[in-house]
């Protein structure tokens, strides 16, 4: 049998940086992935295929409605060949994971194909084949990561048949673009998915719950969202509760009643559910290492990630907290370097928020609504986008920076933004609260011109004394 300092479950975006980071620092590891690829979730189903169909469509939506205004004419129609978009997805996906391959050779990590289940608290067996009890493998280890995961969630009145009633996955290789797609949840996953598909040319109503999209982020980004899709002719519902969902034939049928109890049918040929995700144990036998897992489905952990079983640790989309690659990764590290006898730390404040539309979303730190519940005294500053200079020459108008600041201290609390490359502008934002700086500070830095990201200087002059410059 085979004996492992460190072994991980799950080799998504927590789990396989764990390891490389466990190897790093001289502990012999392991790495069990019960599917045919490393990379988990994101790198598979979620993050990176959804960003590869995003690109596309956008090109595709650039080319028919942008580019003759750019002075490129192109002779003849121009037309989706959604097959070889799919391809090529899968393309990246499979170029991606199998830099996770090269990585584990690289580091020496020895990767065990199959279903990981606990035996005891320091032994776990590795089934090849789910549906039998049977271990193909046994390998001890002295301690052990849980990176398994998450999967997408389902309300308990949906029948999930996958084909027309689907859930991301599904989404992410379709064979036909729909002529109305139909989201259930007005969240990160349905708005990326639904754009993808409205830009090929999809009628897309998003049903969304809550009274707003996006319901976890600040209310102003929910708003300014909210307005480019309605220009680009999404039907947007909230405040609309789903109580059924039923095919026939080619036809789904969605009914929901609105905030006036009113009932509202909607019909699509498909319909996509997005309403979050839940932890993932599925096999895990947690009870037989003494892992408590709580009444959500998530493994329990103390402030150093571990489990109620001293040597078993968990990380990612399986314990509590926002369910995002990058949180796990920072996780997976921190782990590996307190085993290593290291003194590594994290700031939840600090670990941003970005949904991948266009314009992009990002956050990170307090929103206005959290401030005010708080009671901490704030001022704000805020810059349109379609000030820059950049936005005019890239034709990217909409959006805004927000910068919300300490009243007395000055302090950046939050900052939150709608635009073109928010997913990367937002890092500034990130780098300047680890830092603790203030508005002024920002205020004060040389950012180049002509850029977007000099929305965040302006926006923090006008937090730090009402002096934004080019409005």
């Known amino acids: 049998m085979n004996l492992y300092d460190v072994a991980v479950i799950g080799s998504g975006p927590g789990g396989y940086v764990a390891a490389i980071r466990c190897a790093q620092l001289g502990m012999k590891t392991a790495i069990i992935e019960k599917y045919a690829t490393l990379g988990g979730t994101c790198l598979n189903v979620g993050c990176i295929p959804s960003k590869a169909l995003l690109d596309s469509s956008h090109h595709y939506e650039d080319a028919v409605k942008h580019f003759e205004e750019h002075g490129i004419e192109i002779p003849g129609d121009i037309k989706v060949n959604l097959e070889k978009m799919i391809a090529r997805k899968q393309a990246v996906v499979n170029q991606t994971t199998g830099g996770i391959d090269f990585l584990m050779k690289k580091n020496n990590i020895d990767v065990y194909q199959g279903l990981g289940s606990f035996k005891d608290a320091t032994h776990i067996t ?3 084949d789910a549906s039998t009890d049977s271990a193909s493998e046994e390998i ?3 301690n052990t990561i849980i990176a398994t995961g998450s999967k997408p969630s389902n309300l308990p009145f949906i029948k999930l048949d996958k084909e027309r009633v689907i859930t991301s996955t599904e989404a992410l290789k ?6 109305h797609l139909i989201v259930i949840g007005g969240g990160v996953i349905g708005l990326e998915l639904g754009q993808v598909y409205k830009r090929l040319g999809s009628e897309v109503t998003v049903v969304e719950y809550m ?13 300014e969202l909210n307005k480019v899709f309605k220009k680009a002719k999404f039907k947007v519902n909230v405040s609309h509760k789903v109580k059924s969902v039923e095919r026939k034939g080619d036809e789904v049928i ?11 049918e909607i019909k699509g040929d498909y319909c996509l559910v997005s309403v979050g995700r839940r932890p993932y144990t599925d096999g895990l036998n947690a009870e037989a290492a003494g892992v408590k897992i709580n009444d959500r489905g998530q493994v329990e952990v103390n402030e150093h990630l571990q489990t109620s079983a001293s040597n ?5 989309d399986v314990i509590k907290g926002a369910m995002l690659a990058h949180k796990a990764e920072e996780e997976g590290v921190f782990v590996a370097e307190n085993l290593a006898g290291q003194k590594p730390h994290i700031d939840y404040n600090l670990i941003p928020g970005v949904v991948y539309t266009w314009p992009e979303v990002a956050a990170v730190g307090k929103t206005e609504e959290e401030l005010k519940e708080a009671g901490i005294a704030y001022k704000t500053g805020q810059f349109p986008m379609r000030a820059l200079g950049r936005s005019r020459a890239s034709m990217d108008l909409d959006g805004f920076v927000k910068i919300l600041a300490d009243k007395t201290t000055d302090e950046i609390l939050g900052v939150h933004m709608v635009g073109a490359r928010a997913a990367d502008m937002i890092a500034e934002a990130v780098v300047a609260m680890e830092y603790r700086a203030s508005a002024e500070d920002v205020s004060r ?10 929305a965040i200087k302006e926006a923090a002059l006008a937090a730090t004394e009402d002096r934004a410059l080019h409005i």
């Open 126 to 128: 590795i089934s090849t």
């Open 174 to 179: 379709l064979k036909e673009i729909p002529k």
């Open 445 to 454: 830095m040389s950012h180049a011109h002509p850029t977007f990201t000099e």
């Open 254 to 264: 969605v009914k929901a009643d609105n905030k006036k109890g009113e009932e509202v």
């Open 140 to 142: 001890e280890a002295k």
């Open 211 to 223: 009274d707003r999209i996006i319901p976890t982020m600040d209310a102003g980004l929910s708003k």
């Open 312 to 316: 078993i640790y968990a990380i990612g």
